[in-house]
């Protein structure tokens, strides 16, 4: 069973920076996917950042593209979202999740095998 554990999130300003980290656990972890979702009130889960585990592709939400920079510590089992340049509309609970083996899309929830309990990050105007 693989766990994820967020981390970062906090009340910050516009224009204020944060980094989240997702730290993964179990007996044999492994990973063909890692992606950031989040989900504001009263709307659904939307993909925000993905990377790939074995290899350096990365994948972006049009609306982050440019401000957020998805990263990873295989050595740590651990992937990172710096988000910079934050806007009150990335306001959210922001979730880790873990495809095991390709299943489709990188930008769809049920896609994704395990997920963390979330972060929540708060920007103030």
């Known amino acids: 069973q693989v766990q994820l554990v967020e981390s970062g999130g906090g009340l910050v300003q516009a224009g204020d920076s944060l980094r989240l980290s997702c730290a993964a656990s179990?007996?044999?972890?492994?990973?063909?996917?890692m992606g950031w979702f989040r989900q504001a009130p009263g709307k659904e889960r939307e993909f925000v950042a993905a990377?790939?585990?074995?290899?350096?592709?990365?994948y972006y939400a049009d609306s982050v593209k440019g401000r957020f920079t998805i990263s990873k510590d295989k050595a740590k089992n651990t992937v990172y979202l710096q988000m910079n340049s934050l806007k009150p509309e990335d306001t959210a609970v922001y979730y880790c999740?873990?495809?095991?083996?390709?299943?489709?899309?990188?930008?769809?929830?049920?896609?994704?095998?395990?997920w963390g309990q979330g972060t929540q990050v708060t920007v103030s105007s």
């Open positions: 999740a873990s495809q095991k083996y390709y299943s489709g899309s990188y930008d769809y929830p049920p896609n994704y095998d395990y």
């Open positions: 179990g007996r044999t972890f492994s990973s063909y996917r």
């Open positions: 990377i790939r585990w074995s290899s350096s592709s990365t």
